[in-house]
């Protein structure tokens, strides 16, 4: 299977995307790359939804995955429309298969598929009757099964950053078996070997002469067909256990360890609460500024602004007040001149010189007199005392104009007012999870561990029993004739021969697992690089496992490795699966590097990536594949590079040649 194109449109961040993904067979990358939150994984999304198509159950469902640009603004329809190609009983075939999704008159959502096969139109939808959409989704899901069945998708499609995640504690052996039972092919020779079984104990019933030996053995075969279907309902529940196990343990660590999720997400309402807080504050303390502004109009502008203009001409009304005398001589009054001169006169009396001739009252008059008749003639003697006072405090007044200060803070609050709805809308958005779910997730956590437990202690009971039951229908006596039924001779041989072909065919594919998985390691795996001696892998599938040895002798442990270690030796496994398996699909991985170290990825650059796939599709951001260093490793087995870019303003993503700047050298 090769993806030649992906369209999309107004499907969650791509309002249009259009994008040719073919690949040269000497290179064979694809290189997206995007800051986080820029589209990366929508595009993964968008892919995927093509494939298998969306899960819009609802209104709300639609709208989400709407492109918010596109609301009210054109039609509001979802098109997903994904070009490939496959090979079927050896024949190339060029597929385009087109998905659409949009609300009808009563707002609920309805689907159209489309696949056109080489010109062979196979199409149905929401309105299409029952028995006709039967037959067309029938064949198109056929189709895509060939290619690459949905079960199968999430070992070629995936999460790097996840994929460690299928090799923690009981979920290995499980992942594993699942992996080559289905992968490989095998699945189908176990469940004929189920059916040959099933059939053989109907015929023995059938074979039994008396009565009440059918009834019993027909019994015993009924209640163990019940203990299977038993039995298989406890694996899927066992399976769905340990999944949830794998998927939550790392969020139920940190809430163990104290990193309580909602007391931090509380936190961070209160600090944006506050910050609200204080935006109102601040605009309620500008708004009383701007009224104390306009009230004192005049003394925050006019005066100022007076004092400047006139300074001049009062520094020249103070400077001949301060040069004269007669500020210093004008509170003088004839009482005062009469009291100072009474004393002179009694002084100068008692020193022995006659006053008695002189009136006191007319000498004041003359002093008054004289000292009129010599004051300056004073260009601003106009101005009374309070008057000069008046232009003092004018002239020295300290005037400071808010008015620069007022339109600085109105400019920094309208940024922060016009933030303001964000600020509420994350506030909401931290609210919602702010639900108890994660102390819940704790011991929902819990219970599920132990119910992982009494699931397995289940399992083993059941398989118990069913060894029972299948011990007593060995033991009824099968009547022998001289002619063996040919037919009866057939279904007993059907069942350990579909075991033995799905063993054989594990055992013929088992060296060449085990020599890939070993080389890869020892290039990829950096912890163990070139000390890897073997890798094992069971030859039963009732007990698959593999194991991976040191060239000491000693067993390296999975569950020993740290979380980067874990994410090579599972890229490794889906690497050999995809080479050995009897699927040819293209391999799409986002958060490439997930968490790997240095030296990982330098390893995986240059030896695992350009080896993967015929078509290997990888989304990053600038600090995985970083645009200088890591991306010329793997520039000459790049076919095609894009860089998506984030349009905030109009709420969609964009899609620009080269790879952040990098573009290909043909």
Not at 98 to 118: F, G, H, I, W
Not at 554 to 571: F, G, M, P
Not at 616 to 634: A, G, N
Request: charged share 30%.
């Amino acid at each position: 299977m090769l993806i030649k194109r992906i369209r999309a449109k107004n499907f969650k961040t791509y309002l249009e995307l259009d994008l040719n993904l073919e690949t040269d067979p000497d290179k064979p990358i694809v290189l997206i790359g995007g800051a986080n939150g820029g589209g990366k994984t929508t595009f993964f999304d968008a892919i995927y939804g093509a494939l298998y198509g969306l899960s819009i159950n609802s209104e709300k469902d639609f709208i989400e995955l709407l492109n918010a640009g596109a609301l009210g603004k054109m039609e509001e329809k979802i098109e997903l429309e994904l070009f490939f190609s496959g090979r079927v009983l050896n024949q190339e075939q060029a597929y385009v298969l087109t998905r659409t999704y949009m609300l009808n008159t009563a707002k609920m959502p309805v689907e159209s598929v489309k696949l056109n096969m080489n010109g062979s139109i196979f199409q149905y939808g929401t309105a299409t009757p029952a028995a006709q959409r039967a037959e067309q989704e029938a064949q198109v899901n056929k189709i895509i099964k060939g290619n690459l069945p949905e079960e199968l998708s999430r070992y070629f499609l995936f999460d790097a950053m996840e994929a460690g995640n299928l090799l923690k504690e009981d979920r290995l052996n499980s992942v594993i078996r699942e992996n080559i039972e289905n992968v490989m092919g095998f699945n189908r020779y176990l469940t004929l070997a189920k059916a040959a079984e099933g059939l053989s104990e109907d015929y023995t019933a059938q074979m039994l002469d008396l009565e009440n030996e059918k009834k019993e053995y027909l019994e015993l075969v009924n209640l163990k067909r019940k203990e299977e279907t038993t039995l298989q309902e406890l694996k899927e529940e066992h399976k769905e256990t340990l999944d949830f196990s794998v998927s939550n343990k790392e969020l139920y660590d940190k809430l163990k360890e104290g990193m309580n999720v909602e007391s931090t997400l509380n936190n961070k309402v209160i600090q944006l609460e506050e910050e609200l807080n204080n935006l109102d504050k601040e605009e309620k303390q500008y708004k009383a500024d701007v009224n104390e502004f306009i009230k004192n109009f005049e003394m925050h502008i006019s005066l100022p602004k007076l004092a400047e203009t006139l300074k001049n001409d009062i520094a020249l009304v103070l400077n001949e007040r301060e040069s004269s005398n007669t500020d210093a001589l004008s509170h003088l009054n004839k009482e005062a001149v009469e009291n100072v001169l009474a004393k002179a006169v009694n002084v100068l009396s008692k020193k022995g010189h006659d006053f008695s001739n002189i009136s006191i009252s007319q000498l004041a008059e003359k002093v008054l007199k004289d000292l009129d008749d010599n004051a300056q003639d004073l260009e601003y003697d106009y101005f009374k005392s309070s008057e000069i006072e008046a232009l003092k405090k004018l002239a020295n007044g300290n005037y400071q104009n808010p008015y620069g200060s007022i339109m600085h803070r109105k400019q920094t609050l309208d940024k922060e007012i016009a933030n303001a709805h964000k600020i509420k809308k994350q506030i909401e958005d931290l609210k919602a999870q702010i639900t108890g779910k994660d102390y819940s997730l704790i011991k929902a956590y819990e219970e599920n561990e132990a119910a992982i437990k009494n699931l397995k202690n289940q399992i083993e009971e059941k398989l118990k029993d069913i060894k029972k039951i299948t011990k007593r229908l060995q033991q009824f006596d099968i009547p022998t004739t001289e002619e063996p039924d040919p037919k009866f001779e057939t279904l007993k041989k059907l069942q350990p021969l579909f075991d033995e072909i799905a063993n054989t065919l594990l055992k013929n594919k088992k060296d060449k697992i085990e020599d890939k998985m070993k080389r890869d390691l020892n290039v990829n795996l950096a912890a163990y690089q070139d000390v890897i001696d073997r890798v094992e892998l069971s030859e039963d599938l009732k007990d698959l496992n593999f194991s991976i040895y040191h060239k000491a002798g000693n067993e390296i442990y999975l569950s020993q490795l740290n979380t980067a270690s874990t994410q090579v030796v599972v890229q490794v496994l889906l690497k050999a699966l995809h080479e050995f398996g009897d699927y040819d699909p293209p391999v799409m991985i986002d958060t490439v590097m997930g968490v790997l170290d240095e030296t990982s990825r330098s390893t995986l650059l240059e030896n695992y990536f350009p080896e993967l796939s015929h078509q290997t599709i990888l989304l990053s951001s600038d600090s995985e594949v970083r645009p200088i260093s890591d991306y010329q490793k793997i520039e000459p087995f790049i076919s095609k590079s894009y860089t998506l870019l984030r349009d905030k303003e109009a709420q969609k993503t964009d899609v620009v040649e080269g790879y952040f700047g990098n573009t290909i050298n043909n």
